[in-house]
C-alpha cells in the first residue's frame, strides 16, 4: 500500500514537472514569436503538447490503477 502510494506521489510530481516545463516553453514561444505564421506554429505546437499532456495522464491513472489493484491483493 506504501509503495503504491509513493508510486502515485512521484507519478503526480513527474506530471507536473512536465506540465511547469510545457508551461515555461509556451510563454517563451509567445514572448519570441509575434508574427501571423508564427502564431499558427504556435497553434499546432500546443494543440500537440496538449495532446500529448492528455495521453500520458491516461497512462498514468492506467499505471496508477494497475499498481493499486496490485497492491491490494497482495
Known amino acids: 500500500m506504501m509503495m503504491t502510494m509513493m508510486m502515485m506521489t512521484m507519478m503526480m510530481t513527474m506530471m507536473m514537472m512536465t506540465m511547469m516545463m510545457t508551461m515555461m516553453m509556451m510563454t517563451m514561444m509567445m514572448t519570441m514569436m509575434m508574427t501571423m505564421m508564427m502564431t499558427m506554429m504556435m497553434m499546432t ?14 497512462m498514468t491513472m492506467m499505471i496508477m490503477m494497475f499498481a493499486f489493484n496490485i497492491g491490494l491483493y497482495q
Open 45 to 58: 505546437m500546443m494543440m500537440m503538447t496538449m495532446m500529448m499532456m492528455t495521453t500520458m495522464m491516461m
